[in-house]
């Protein structure tokens, strides 16, 4: 006990003192004074009783005394600053003795109502004075040790001996001589007996009646890479107790517990369910490192699952208050958990733990699984939380906690103990008072300083087993403890388990709304964040379309403007970057606060669905940021639809990717190491900053285009985008069609009759079967190849001289004809495009000619093995698209197949 808390007692008890006139003071200094010399040190009793002394002289004065009625507001005043400055146990102490004391002295009218007001003012049940007093008055002889002990508070209980044969920490107890014991307390028996607090809990009769199940284990085995972290055990765990998992570090405990939990599934074993009701039970498992969402306060978390969970809100509402009233921090509902870094922010490490297994009881768990719940925390914290455990017992749950080096206090709260030694072995389960001395007796110890009655300490036991890690063989402590383990729970390999534990089956649409939800919830508390990611790509693209504006006159014209290919490679490059950036982190931010809801619901198809809509909204408004100005600025205005499309998508395909990535990687730092990885090849198999064809020939073999540039985003972007600028711009759309007939009709005239011309004068048969598979119409009256080859060259003569005529009439009908080119095509662009194809405008091979002059102006039909780059359309399954519409589809084609291969990530890893 405390100074405050004594001196708050003697300030009390003398204001109830000079109100009872009827009785001299010196009783009460009498009775006081007996009180401080039975349980305050002697060098303090006498500063105290001055205290009192001098509390007796100042409130009897008549002033006095009429101030300190009931109603007065200097004794409302007194007592509010008493409950401020006393913590609730100190308060119920304070209460407790000022009761005893009163009964020693005698009640009085205004004692009685005294005692109300003071319990009033300490928040302490209205009810408990009489409980106390009934309590004290039995006088009953040969009462069971059950019937003299009434529990008052998670730290306090009152114990009234019936014999005059018990000890209090070595003190001895009078016959029916109340006495409070709190959580240090030892009481021992006649016989030798020691009863610690815990067990005095246990016996106080509060449990309610629920129903009976076991949680068993049987020949569980857990295994990593060949080594074995929890050796072949089996164990039975009841209903309405508090369990210890306790072992050195390392020694297995969180393994079991992952194992009981199910986090780790490749373990041989069953674990399942004794009992006699038919139906399923749940684990929760609250995990040593807690999992929290930065910038949520503690309210919202429990919002969060309660919406998680699909509860109605009047039920959310209801839980979510009465769990905060048990765990004790409705008063920190406001308060932040933790910061961006997951370091502390409004709340203690003791309120975070409270948190932690407030959120897991919103599930209603049968079993409850805490890893090392009391690490980091103060003595005070720690016990609290201890205290919170062991009254979940009393609603029926199991609760198994692992702890590291526990106190004395926390030690005995639990109801048995299972100890693991180094290597995972099980070498004792049962109560926690008796296992120092099985180990000794097992040991043959015979030394005074392994007492553990004497030292009370419970590192003894692991200091026991410590001693013995030298000897690794059979015949050591721990083989001998882990051989008597097993035979004495053999018996449990005959049980039939249930093991049908109950999983939370959720509403599949209710649970996608929700991770939705939840998403822009999170994003929207990180403002900063969410800000730069839209804010960034417009200064971006603003940046890039000013320093890339150029014109060779005064006059701005997007025609002389030579940047125009490089300002669509970066804003494409922007696109993928910004996608990859913004969601890169995804999974990894917050990865143990959604795997803890999978194990809850393991549906994972909504989250994965509800996160890859969030980023593609996200692209959506990232790119229309990027594009809309930088278009407007360069003068391309007139294809703002065509770029957001293409960048867009690209953006999505970042946003995919980058997701993908934090689902297979563990850090963030490994996701941003890779971004140059992923954006270089972009850039290299665009085909816009280097031609295909001056790739490496090692590389490149035959091929005009790569195999694996097919499967770069990047190659269909740049040449959708490239095409869709230079043919869908408003002025060469027109001439497009007119030009296609053009220039065929140049080809053949001018390209593949002169020759096949020169080919006939070494291999005349094959120029036969190329005109025979190529212009079978030109050969119906074969003559010879040369009557053969003049036709066709007549034929396309004047068909190229026809299109040149419609071309001028079509120039010519254009409204600014000229000022429409400057405005609308760009001579870069240009450039880009006829360029591609410059060198050897035919080939042939194997009977075949291969066209590759004026590619933008003809029709590909796609085949891996003669891909062209920069044609006008493309032809797949006889179905004939421009080359901006194909390359779209197969862009939004790489979309859908990088989100049904984040699903088969998900589906592989879960199923892990």
């Known amino acids: 006990m405390k100074r405050d808390s004594i001196l708050a007692l003697a300030e009390l008890f003398a204001i109830v003192a000079n109100k009872n006139l009827k009785i001299d003071n010196k009783l009460y200094l009498d009775v006081f004074t007996n009180f401080l010399t039975s349980v305050v040190e002697e060098s303090y009793v006498k500063d105290i009783l001055k205290f009192f002394s001098d509390n007796l002289a100042e409130s009897a004065t008549g002033d006095n005394l009429k101030k300190l009625s009931l109603n007065s507001v200097k004794l409302i005043a007194k007592l509010e600053k008493l409950k401020s400055s006393l913590s609730s146990c100190e308060r119920y102490f304070v209460f407790l003795h000022l009761i005893i004391l009163n009964n020693k002295t005698g009640y009085t009218e205004y004692s009685e109502a005294f005692l109300d007001e003071v319990a009033h003012s300490f928040e302490i049940e209205q009810d408990l004075k009489t409980k106390i007093r009934t309590f004290i008055e039995n006088n009953e002889e040969n009462r069971e040790l059950a019937d003299s002990i009434l529990f008052v508070h998670d730290e306090l209980i009152l114990f009234l001996p019936s014999i005059d044969t018990y000890l209090h920490n070595g003190k001895k107890l009078a016959k029916n001589e109340v006495c409070v014991l709190d959580k240090d307390s030892i009481v021992t028996d006649f016989e030798g007996k020691n009863y610690f607090f815990s067990e005095f809990r246990a016996l106080c009769g509060n449990s309610e009646e629920n129903e009976k199940f076991s949680l068993v284990v ?127 922010d409004q709340i203690s490490g003791g309120q975070q733990k409270r948190l932690a297994i407030a959120t897991e009881l919103l599930v209603n768990p049968s079993v409850l699984l805490l890893d090392e719940p009391t690490s980091g925390l103060s003595s005070e914290d720690a016990y609290d939380i201890m205290a919170k455990l062991k009254q979940l017992t009393k609603q029926g749950k199991l609760v198994i906690a692992s702890i590291h080096q526990p106190e004395l206090d926390l030690f005995l709260m639990f109801d048995k103990i299972l100890v693991f030694d180094d290597g995972g072995y099980t070498v004792y389960f049962g109560k926690p008072q008796d296992a120092v001395e099985y180990v000794r007796k097992i040991d043959e110890r015979i030394d005074r300083k392994t007492v553990f009655t004497l030292s009370k300490r419970p590192s003894i036991l692991l200091n026991l087993l410590k001693e013995n890690k030298a000897k690794n063989n059979k015949e050591s402590l721990k083989h001998k403890l882990y051989s008597i383990f097993i035979n004495e729970n053999k018996s449990l390999e005959d049980l039939d388990l249930k093991t049908n534990v109950q999983t939370n089956r959720l509403n599949g649409l209710r649970s996608f709304l929700y991770y939705l939800r939840f998403g822009f919830f999170v994003d929207f508390k990180h403002k900063l964040r969410l800000l730069l990611m839209l804010v960034l790509p417009l200064i971006a693209g603003v940046l890039l379309s000013l320093v890339t504006r150029y014109s060779y006159g005064e006059t701005y014209q997007y025609f002389y403007n030579p940047n125009i290919p490089v300002w669509l490679l970066i804003v494409l490059t922007i696109a993928v970057f910004v996608g990859l950036v913004s969601s890169g982190h995804e999974f990894i931010y917050l990865r143990k606060y959604i795997n803890n809801k999978y194990k809850i619901s393991p549906n994972y198809l909504p989250h994965v669905l509800a996160v890859s809509l969030r980023y593609v909204i996200y692209s959506f408004i990232q790119t229309l940021a990027l594009v809309l100005p930088s278009v407007f600025i360069v003068g391309a205005g007139f294809h703002f639809a065509d770029m957001f499309l293409f960048s867009f998508l690209m953006c999505v395909w970042g946003s995919l990717f980058g997701l993908l990535l934090s689902y297979l990687l563990k850090t963030n730092l490994m996701v941003y190491l890779l971004i140059p990885l992923i954006i270089i090849p972009q850039l290299v198999y665009s085909g816009a900053l280097i031609r295909f064809s001056e790739f490496n020939k090692n590389k490149n073999s035959e091929r005009e285009i790569p195999v694996v540039a097919s499967l770069i985003p990047m190659r269909w972007a740049a040449e959708g985008v490239i095409y869709n600028l230079y043919a869908e711009n408003p002025y060469y759309s027109k001439l497009y069609e007119n030009r296609c007939e053009l220039y065929e009709a140049s080809y053949f005239a001018d390209i593949y009759v002169p020759e096949l011309m020169e080919l006939k004068k070494t291999d005349s048969l094959q120029v036969y079967e190329i005109l025979k598979n190529e212009q079978i119409e030109f050969i119906e009256n074969f003559v010879n190849i040369d009557n ?123 199923s892990r």
């Open 788 to 910: 053969s080859l003049s036709n066709i060259e007549q034929y396309y003569k004047v068909i190229k001289q026809n299109c040149l005529q419609k071309e001028d009439s079509i120039i010519t009908a254009m409204p600014n004809g000229s000022e429409a080119k400057l405005k609308y095509s760009n001579q870069a662009i240009s450039n880009i495009v006829n360029y591609v194809n410059k060198g050897n405008f035919i080939a042939i091979k194997n009977a075949k000619t291969c066209r590759n002059f004026k590619n933008i102006y003809s029709n590909n039909n796609l085949q891996i093995e003669n891909e062209k780059y920069m044609v006008g359309s493309k032809s797949l399954c006889n179905i004939t698209l421009k080359t901006g519409q194909f390359n779209l589809l197969v862009l939004i084609a790489l979309d859908v197949f990088l989100f049904f291969l984040l699903v088969v990530v998900a589906t592989l890893k879960r």
């Open 218 to 344: 049987k020949n569980l085995e857990y295994k990593i890479k060949n080594k074995t972290l929890v050796q072949k055990t089996s164990v039975k765990f009841d209903s309405s107790q508090l369990i210890g998992i306790v072992g050195n570090s390392g020694s297995g405990k969180t393994s079991f517990l992952k194992c009981l939990a199910g986090f780790e599934t490749k373990y041989s074993g069953e674990v399942g369910f004794v009992s006699d009701v038919d139906k399923n039970f749940n684990l929760a498992f609250v995990q040593q490192e807690n999992s929290f969402v930065p910038k949520l306060s503690v309210e919202e978390h429990l919002y969060e699952r309660a919406k998680f969970l699909q509860y109605d809100k009047q039920k959310s509402h209801e839980k979510i208050n009465e769990i905060l009233e048990f765990v004790n921090i409705s008063e920190q509902r406001d308060n932040l958990v933790c910061k961006t870094d997951f370091s502390l």
